[in-house]
C-alpha cells in the first residue's frame, strides 16, 4: 500500500493536549515551589526534559519505524516489560513510597516500569489476536489467553499494590477482545470474572475500602480520606464558568494533594472554569474518537487493534482520572494523560502516539 502523510487533524489534537497540559502542569507545579524550589525544578526535570524532550524524540523516531516491527518483537516487548516491572521487588533497586512498590530508582532519575508493561501488553495482545483471526472467539485462542495474560499481571500488580493499572490493563484487554469480534456473552464472562477479583481484592484491602466508603459519601472522614474530593471539588467550584485565570488557582497551595498529579484537572478546573473543563474533556473525546477512526482505516487486523488498544488505553486513563477528581469514580491516582506529572507515562504516551501516526500514514481511505 502506498505510503500518505501522517493524520493531521490527529496530530493537531495531540499538539493542543500536550501544550494545554505543559501549561497546566508548570501552573499545578507551582504550588511545590512554595515549598521546594529544588523539588520544583526537579519536578520540571523529570517531565519537560525526561518525559517531554525525549518523548517527544522517541515520537519521531517511531514514525520512521515500520508498524510490523511491533508485531515481529511483540512477544518479547511484553516479556521484558514483565521482567521489568517485577525488578521493583529486587532489594536497593525498587524504590519504595507511601507503602507501594512501583518505581525503580538508577541513580537520581526513578521511573515506573508499569507504563512498559501497559504498552507491552497492547503490542502483544494485539500481535495474538491478528495471529489467532478467526479462532480467537473460541475460548482457548480468545479469553483463555486473556485470562492467563490478566493473572500474570494481577500478581505482580496487587503485590506493589497498583490496582489502578491493573483495572486500565484489564479495560483494554476487554475492549480489544470485542473489536477482534469475540462473543458478547465471552467478554461479559471475562468482565464479571475481573469484578469478581476486584470486589474480593477491595474485601480484604483496607486502603481500597477507604476509597469505596469516600466514593459513596464524600464527607465521611474530611481531614482523611475524603479529604483530597473536597479539596477537589472546592477547586471545580471555585473556577466558575471561565476561572480564576491561569496560575491564578488557590487550591493548589497546601490545599490539594499532588496538585501536578492526582489533582490536575482540579487545578485545570480552578484556573481555566467550567468552559475550560469542557474543552479538554471535548479534546479528549475528540483525540478519541479521531483514533478510532485511523484504527478502522488501518490495512490489517494487528495495525487496528494496536492503534484500538492505544487509544483505549489513553481514553480510560483520561475519563478515569476526570471522573474521579469530579466525584463521579472512586479516587484511584490515575495521572491524566499528557498533564499530570510522570515523566514515564508521558514518554510512552509519545511513543505510543508515534505508532499510531505511522500506522495513519497507510491507512485506506
Same mark, same amino acid.
Given at each position: 500500500?502506498k505510503e500518505k502523510?501522517?493524520?493531521r487533524?490527529?496530530?493537531v489534537?495531540?499538539?493542543?493536549?500536550?501544550?494545554?497540559?505543559?501549561?497546566m502542569?508548570i501552573?499545578?507545579?507551582?504550588?511545590?515551589?512554595?515549598r521546594?524550589?529544588?523539588t520544583?525544578?526537579?519536578v520540571?526535570?523529570?517531565?519537560?526534559?525526561?518525559?517531554l524532550?525525549?518523548?517527544?524524540?522517541?515520537m519521531?523516531?517511531?514514525l520512521?519505524?515500520?508498524?510490523?516491527f511491533?508485531?515481529k518483537y511483540s512477544?518479547?516487548?511484553?516479556?521484558s516489560?514483565? =521482567?521489568l516491572t =517485577?525488578?521493583?521487588?529486587i532489594?536497593g533497586?525498587g524504590?519504595?513510597?507511601?507503602?507501594?512498590?512501583r518505581w525503580?530508582?538508577?541513580?537520581?532519575?526513578s521511573?515506573?516500569?508499569?507504563?512498559?508493561?501497559?504498552?507491552?501488553?497492547?503490542i502483544?495482545f494485539?500481535?495474538?489476536?491478528s495471529?489467532a483471526?478467526n479462532k480467537a472467539q473460541d475460548?482457548?485462542?480468545?479469553?483463555?489467553?486473556?485470562?492467563?495474560?490478566?493473572?500474570?499481571?494481577?500478581i505482580?500488580l496487587f503485590k506493589q499494590?497498583?490496582?489502578?493499572?491493573?483495572?486500565?490493563?484489564?479495560v483494554?484487554?476487554?475492549?480489544?477482545l470485542?473489536?477482534?469480534?469475540v462473543?458478547v456473552?465471552?467478554?461479559l464472562s471475562?468482565l464479571?470474572?475481573s469484578?469478581l477479583?476486584?470486589?474480593? =481484592?477491595?474485601f480484604f484491602?483496607p486502603y =481500597?475500602?477507604?476509597?469505596?466508603?469516600?466514593?459513596i459519601?464524600p464527607?465521611?472522614?474530611?481531614?482523611?480520606?475524603?479529604y483530597?474530593i473536597?479539596?477537589?471539588?472546592?477547586?471545580?467550584?471555585?473556577?466558575g464558568?471561565f476561572?480564576r485565570?491561569?496560575?491564578q488557582g488557590?487550591?493548589?497551595?497546601s490545599?490539594l494533594?499532588?496538585?501536578?498529579g492526582?489533582?490536575l484537572?482540579?487545578?485545570?478546573g480552578?484556573?481555566?472554569g467550567f468552559?475550560g473543563?469542557i474543552?479538554t474533556?471535548?479534546?479528549?473525546?475528540l483525540?478519541?474518537l479521531?483514533?478510532?477512526?485511523?484504527?478502522?482505516?488501518s490495512?490489517?487486523?494487528?495495525?487496528?487493534?494496536l492503534?484500538s488498544g492505544?487509544?483505549?488505553?489513553i481514553?480510560?486513563q483520561?475519563?478515569?482520572?476526570i471522573?474521579?477528581v469530579?466525584?463521579v469514580f472512586p479516587?484511584?491516582?490515575?495521572?491524566?494523560?499528557f498533564m499530570?506529572h510522570g515523566?514515564?507515562?508521558?514518554?510512552?504516551?509519545?511513543v505510543?502516539?508515534?505508532?499510531i501516526l505511522q500506522?495513519?500514514k497507510?491507512?485506506?481511505?
Amino acid at each position: 500500500m502506498k505510503e500518505k502523510k501522517v493524520d493531521r487533524f490527529f496530530l493537531v489534537l495531540v499538539s493542543l493536549i500536550i501544550f494545554l497540559g505543559t501549561a497546566m502542569f508548570i501552573s499545578a507545579s507551582l504550588g511545590i515551589l512554595s515549598r521546594s524550589q529544588s523539588t520544583f525544578y526537579s519536578v520540571l526535570f523529570s517531565q519537560l526534559v525526561l518525559g517531554l524532550g525525549l518523548g517527544l524524540v522517541c515520537m519521531f523516531f517511531c514514525l520512521k519505524i515500520d508498524y510490523l516491527f511491533w508485531r515481529k518483537y511483540s512477544f518479547y516487548i511484553f516479556l521484558s516489560s514483565i =521482567l521489568l516491572t =517485577l525488578a521493583v521487588f529486587i532489594p536497593g533497586l525498587g524504590l519504595t513510597h507511601l507503602g507501594a512498590e512501583r518505581w525503580i530508582k538508577l541513580g537520581p532519575i526513578s521511573f515506573q516500569p508499569v507504563e512498559f508493561l501497559k504498552f507491552g501488553f497492547v503490542i502483544y495482545f494485539a500481535a495474538w489476536l491478528s495471529w489467532a483471526k478467526n479462532k480467537a472467539q473460541d475460548f482457548k485462542f480468545g479469553i483463555l489467553p486473556l485470562g492467563v495474560l490478566l493473572t500474570i499481571i494481577a500478581i505482580i500488580l496487587f503485590k506493589q499494590p497498583d490496582t489502578k493499572s491493573f483495572i486500565l490493563i484489564a479495560v483494554t484487554g476487554i475492549s480489544m477482545l470485542f473489536i477482534s469480534g469475540v462473543s458478547v456473552k465471552y467478554i461479559l464472562s471475562v468482565l464479571l470474572g475481573s469484578i469478581l477479583v476486584l470486589g474480593s =481484592l477491595v474485601f480484604f484491602t483496607p486502603y =481500597l475500602q477507604d476509597r469505596v466508603k469516600t466514593f459513596i459519601d464524600p464527607s465521611s472522614d474530611p481531614r482523611g480520606s475524603s479529604y483530597q474530593i473536597q479539596q477537589s471539588q472546592i477547586a471545580l467550584g471555585s473556577g466558575g464558568v471561565f476561572g480564576r485565570g491561569y496560575g491564578q488557582g488557590i487550591q493548589k497551595f497546601s490545599y490539594l494533594p499532588e496538585p501536578q498529579g492526582d489533582s490536575l484537572f482540579a487545578v485545570l478546573g480552578e484556573e481555566l472554569g467550567f468552559a475550560g473543563a469542557i474543552f479538554t474533556i471535548l479534546l479528549y473525546l475528540l483525540f478519541i474518537l479521531r483514533g478510532f477512526k485511523i484504527a478502522n482505516n488501518s490495512s490489517d487486523l494487528f495495525s487496528r487493534l494496536l492503534v484500538s488498544g492505544i487509544v483505549i488505553l489513553i481514553g480510560a486513563q483520561a475519563f478515569m482520572h476526570i471522573s474521579s477528581v469530579i466525584g463521579v469514580f472512586p479516587l484511584t491516582g490515575v495521572p491524566l494523560p499528557f498533564m499530570s506529572h510522570g515523566g514515564t507515562s508521558l514518554m510512552i504516551d509519545l511513543v505510543a502516539i508515534g505508532i499510531i501516526l505511522q500506522i495513519s500514514k497507510f491507512s485506506r481511505n
